[in-house]
């Protein structure tokens, strides 16, 4: 697999191209300690450019900061990328937290 800006090129079918990349994406959230955090992230994210949005921190995630960042059509490698951006920026954050839904579609999420 050889990733090139928002291109991803895998040895498969064409017709089975698109469902492959469109099984890559992910939906995930990274949840932080302080309120200060959770903007420079963002910011960091933006700066990126990585769609996300700052959105209430889940009440089965957390009662303590009350932001987190939503990182929507995503991938693994991004989410590993922007951890790493984190840690260099001496951005700390609580939890790395991927979406899964259940058989009624309710978001469930799972730390990673």
């Known amino acids: 697999m050889f990733r090139n800006h928002e291109t991803v090129f895998l040895k498969a079918p064409k ?14 959230l990274v949840a932080f300690h302080s309120t200060h955090h959770a903007i420079a992230a963002e910011r960091l994210a933006k700066s990126s450019g990585w769609m996300v949005e700052l959105i209430p921190t889940p009440r089965d995630i957390s ?5 987190s960042l939503l990182f ?5 490698l991004e989410r590993e990328t922007m951890t790493r951006k984190l840690k260099e920026n001496n951005i700390l954050w609580a ?3 991927m979406v899964k839904k259940n058989a009624k579609g309710q978001k469930k999420w799972q730390l990673q």
């Open 15 to 28: 017709k089975k191209l698109k469902e492959v990349i469109v099984n890559l994406k992910e939906e995930w």
């Open 95 to 97: 939890g790395v937290y």
């Open 63 to 67: 009662a303590s900061c009350g932001l």
């Open 72 to 76: 929507t059509d995503a991938t693994a």
